[in-house]
């Protein structure tokens, strides 16, 4: 397993995976814009050339917007999440970043709590900040 940055070839893959995974996805233009943008950080999780899981961080001002935290399905509840964003969190302490924030639906327990097991806590809420279906935001912040 390696968690490395995206580079463009990837996006396909990531793409795929966003449109499955989430029910507002980003478009695969959106993730090209990222892999080239320079306020932007995005990690795959390769394992031998299959993009299992991916994740996001842009640096907004020095402080870090985690963004697309995603795991495909059958590899879910391995720790790979765990291990893919103590990897985002370091990554970010080398770029200087220090508070670290990310919007998570309400009813995803299964996130909040991974969240919260790396030491972000709720500190406000988006009202329904996602659709399909509606539902409120958990803001979380790690600082």
Not at 11 to 36: G, N, R, T, Y
Not at 111 to 134: D, H, W
Request: charged share 25%.
């Amino acid at each position: 397993m390696e968690i490395r940055q995206m580079k463009e070839e990837d996006v396909p893959f990531v793409c795929a995976m966003e449109k499955e995974i989430f029910s507002m996805p980003w478009s695969c233009q959106d993730f090209l814009d990222m892999v080239h943008a320079e306020h932007a950080h995005f990690y795959v999780v390769d394992v031998e050339s299959e993009i299992i899981a991916y994740c996001g961080l842009r640096n907004m001002c020095g402080d870090g917007e985690i963004t697309n935290v995603a795991v495909g399905e059958p590899f879910r509840k391995k720790g790979i999440g765990r291990k893919m964003l103590n990897y985002l969190l370091d990554e970010g302490g080398r770029l200087g970043i220090d508070a670290f924030t990310l919007e998570v639906r309400e009813s995803n327990q299964v996130a909040i709590a991974l969240y919260t097991s790396l030491g972000f806590q709720i500190e406000g809420m988006r009202k329904n900040y996602y659709v399909s279906p509606m539902e409120n935001a958990q803001i979380m912040w790690k600082r």
